[in-house]
């Protein structure tokens, strides 16, 4: 079972990344699936998560109005628009999938997880 995220790199403030996740080894189509970041020194956040339709969404305040979590159930894969990016936005970027939205702000919930990808937004 395996997620693996990409899209990750070096953006100035104000500029665009998409983030994406594929899913490999089992299905997730009954899964909620979200994105969570890691910024150096700081505990892991949540950021935003989708239900398993996709017709559900939440976010964290801090991104809500500027990311938007997609998914693409029939290619098992998940996304992070993101837009209007901040240096404080710079982070690792981790997606995970769990059974239901009953999960902690840190993570705790969520069964799965794959290797993050690096945001850095520059000032």
């Known amino acids: 079972v395996q997620l693996q995220a990409s899209g990750g790199g070096l953006v100035q403030a104000g500029g665009s990344l998409r983030l994406s996740c594929a899913a490999s080894g089992r299905t997730f189509d009954s899964y909620v699936m979200g994105w969570f970041r890691q910024a150096p020194g700081k505990e892991r956040d949540f950021v935003a998560a989708v239900n398993w339709s996709g017709g559900s969404t939440i976010y964290s305040d801090s991104a809500r109005g500027r990311f938007t979590i997609s998914r693409d159930t029939a290619k098992e894969s998940l996304h992070l628009q993101m837009i209007s990016l901040k240096p404080e936005d710079t982070a690792v970027y981790f997606c995970?999938?769990?059974?239901?939205?009953?999960?902690?702000?840190?993570?705790?919930?969520?069964?799965?997880w794959g290797k993050g990808t690096l945001v850095t937004v520059s000032s």
């Open positions: 995970a999938a769990g059974p239901q939205f009953g999960f902690t702000k840190r993570g705790y919930g969520m069964e799965y």
